[in-house]
């Protein structure tokens, strides 16, 4: 997997959350979606998580700055055995 | 429907949202499928598709605790409006309780909550003392820990009225300490139990205990926690324990306008007993201690009785002839439920929802407190579309679930304690007391006497064939001669006049042992030989030896017998009956390595009395 694969992927999780249509690219952020407000971020993360059957570790997702970074996460976790 | 559906209703406007909402809200299984609802029921507001309208104005409900209360408030929001009690919602700051609490001047009393949500922070809740500290020091502050929060309960409460829903404390689900947790009241997690149990017991009426950790033990403690939600963003718990918690706010915000269900109505063929007794007779049900089916029906029944014990009015609703479905309630040994429990027995061919408006009618009730329970789909969708008021379980396929399905059904649940409770209380303290003075007497003749025994025996019955059959079968220490036999030989017996078989069932005030002795006489001219005699060793040194003896010698009396007879064939495992017959006053006539025989001459016996109410005896009429 890739970080583009991983972004279709999260693209469908996104889809199911999200009223408005988002368009994921690596360099969006929550900033940029009036709609990804800490209600939907929550879900979105379980969502995320149970998808990609990953659990991220205290703080990390805080510390990604767009969907790329994030992307990148879910790849490092995925990556683990 | 699923949820994109759900989703384009909401996209395109549609006013079928709401009821497709409510449905999927009570179908949700989870944290993440309830939040998703949730933030769609935002959403759809936003969007000004209005929701029907509620019936009054929301609910003032204030939550505050020692936890960040988002995402919790969502879902609480939620799901009161879904169940038809709309909240309006006040949120304390993370950890900022006490302070609101104590302020008269701020936020929390602007608002005017008619309710408060209370979540104590679990960081406050520890012992600040040593594992190995004195217990009465260690349980002095537990009291106080309680007591504490209680005090924030009660000035809430005075200040504004509102009723208080308080969590008690999650239990630690890690493996510190081991084996030493146990002892000592230091420790995490027995610390919070002592401090849950002082706050439960010791609640001001306008509290209700929402039990975190009832909830969290349910779900399982691992679970339930979360220190990564903790870690983030001062989390409760799991999404799982979220998730629960919520529900159970929910539940108690709705029965606080809510009165519990008053009447429960049964069916009965594969939901009180196995089997249908009209096809199968009443020796062909399946009900009692001989087969595992047999013994969860009567475990449901036991359930069923302790419900009416709390004052649950039980009905019974069935297609039946009268005849045939009474029968079982007046004859069956088995049955726990008997006609004097029921308050109201429909047994014809009428519809059910028919039925039930008779009764509704009849108990001067309203349909609404009805339950109805069936094993039968088809009758619970007819009461669905005819008496759409009462509430209906359709029982699952296993009967070993039937209790826990009922438990769950969470509609019999009494409501918060009111001054008659109190009072009653305190009547039942002072009979405790009572007893507690007889469970200390140590003259055995007193203990026996204080366990209120009421014995019944009954000549052998095709009924009980099955489970006399079983017990001979399996009994093997206190049996005399170990002589097994199958049904069919157990009713060759019955209907052999040279024979006399009968059985002994016991209970006392702790409950119904069943039937616990068997014997079988074979009387040959004057004398009464004991082919069998044995006991279930859960009743021993209780007198039933002395009870049996008693029917036997007045059943060989009755048939001009001048002697009884007795023989113990040794076993491996019967050692505990060797001198049995010695004991009760029985003279040795024979000794051989293989046999003991014994006589007693029944002109010089006099039974001895025991503290056994005998209410029923063999071969009479009952």
Redesign the interface.
């Known amino acids: 997997m890739n970080q583009a694969e991983v972004i279709a992927q999260l693209q469908t999780i996104f889809d199911?959350?999200f009223?408005e249509p988002v368009v994921l690219t690596p360099a969006i952020s929550a900033q940029d979606v009036p709609e990804w407000d800490?209600?939907?971020h929550?879900?979105l993360m379980?969502?995320v998580e149970?998808a990609f059957g990953v659990r991220?570790?205290?703080?990390e997702v805080?510390n990604t700055k767009n969907v790329g970074e994030f992307a990148e996460l879910i790849l490092k976790r995925k990556q683990e055995p | 429907m699923d949820?994109?559906n759900l989703?384009s209703l909401?996209?395109n406007g549609r006013p079928e949202f709401w009821p497709q909402l409510t449905a999927l809200t009570g179908q949700a299984r989870d944290?993440?499928e309830l939040?998703?609802l949730s933030?769609?029921r935002?959403?759809a507001e936003a969007r000004k598709l209005s929701p029907p309208v509620p019936p009054g104005p929301p609910l003032k409900l204030a939550i505050l605790g020692g936890y960040s209360l988002?995402?919790l408030h969502?879902l609480v929001e939620h799901l009161c409006a879904m169940q038809g009690t709309p909240v309006e919602v006040w949120l304390g700051d993370y950890d900022n309780y006490v302070a609101e609490i104590m302020d008269e001047g701020g936020g929390l009393y602007a608002f005017g909550p008619q309710v408060v949500l209370l979540l104590p922070a679990e960081s406050r809740c520890k012992y600040s003392g040593r594992l190995a500290d004195p217990r009465a020091v260690q349980q002095a502050e537990a009291a106080q820990t309680a007591a504490a929060v209680q005090e924030l309960a009660r000035t809430v409460n005075a200040r504004t009225g509102a009723e208080i829903l308080l969590t008690n404390f999650r239990l630690p689900a890690r493996h510190d300490l081991g084996a030493y947790r146990a002892r000592t009241l230091g420790a995490d997690g027995t610390f919070r139990q002592w401090v849950n149990l002082e706050m439960g017991l010791n609640a001001p009426a306008c509290v209700r205990i929402c039990d975190v950790a009832f909830l969290a033990g349910r779900i399982g403690g691992l679970h339930a926690a979360d220190?990564?939600g903790w870690?983030?963003t001062k989390q409760p718990g799991s999404?799982a324990l979220l998730f629960e918690l919520a529900r159970e706010v929910a539940h108690l915000i709705a029965g606080l306008k809510r009165a519990p269900k008053k009447v429960l109505v049964l069916d009965l063929d594969n939901t009180l007993w196995g089997g249908v007794v009209a096809d199968d007779g009443l020796e062909g049900i399946e009900l009692g201690d001989t087969s595992p089916r047999g013994e969860a029906f009567k475990a449901f029944q036991k359930y069923i009785a302790s419900l009416k014990q709390r004052g649950v009015l039980l009905a019974v609703c069935s297609k039946n002839d009268h005849v045939t479905a009474v029968e079982p309630f007046e004859k069956h040994p088995e049955m726990v439920l008997r006609l004097s429990d029921i308050v109201s027995f429909k047994a014809n061919w009428e519809p059910k929802s028919e039925n039930l408006r008779r009764m509704a009618a009849e108990l001067n009730l309203g349909l609404d407190s009805f339950v109805f329970v069936d094993d039968n789909p088809a009758e619970i969708e007819i009461v669905r579309q005819f008496a759409p008021e009462v509430t209906t379980i359709l029982l699952g396929p296993d009967p070993a679930e039937y209790v826990g399905q009922l438990q769950d059904c969470r509609l019999f649940e009494p409501g918060n304690i009111t001054a008659e409770d109190a009072e009653r209380t305190d009547q039942y303290r002072a009979e405790a007391g009572r007893k507690a003075l007889e469970t200390t007497v140590t003259d055995m003749g007193a203990y026996l006497e204080s366990l209120a025994m009421e014995g019944t025996f009954s000549e052998f019955t095709a009924v009980d064939a099955p489970r006399l059959s079983q017990l001979i079968n399996k009994s093997n220490q206190f049996n005399l001669t170990t002589r097994r036999r199958s049904e069919a030989e157990v009713l060759a017996v019955m209907n052999d006049p040279s024979f006399i078989g009968y059985s002994m069932r016991l209970k006392d005030r702790f409950g119904d042992h069943g039937l616990i002795a068997i014997v079988i006489g074979e009387k040959a001219g004057d004398t009464l030989k004991i082919d069998t005699w044995l006991m279930s060793c859960r009743v021993l040194k209780r007198q039933v030896e002395e009870a049996v003896l008693g029917e036997l010698a007045r059943l060989a009396r009755g048939r001009c017998c001048q002697r009884l007879e007795g023989v113990y064939l040794p076993t491996a495992k019967n050692e505990m009956v060797r001198d049995f017959y010695g004991r009760m006053g029985f003279a040795l006539t024979a000794e051989t390595e293989t046999r003991r025989e014994y006589e007693l001459k029944l002109a010089a016996f006099q039974p001895v009395p025991t503290q056994i109410k005998i209410t029923r005896h063999a071969y009479e009429p009952s």
Do not use: D, H, N, Q
């Open positions: 199911g959350v009223l800490s209600l939907t929550i879900s379980v969502a149970k991220f570790r205290v703080g805080e | 949820l994109a989703k909401l996209l944290f993440e939040f998703l933030s769609w935002k959403k988002y995402p969502e220190p990564r870690f983030e999404p």
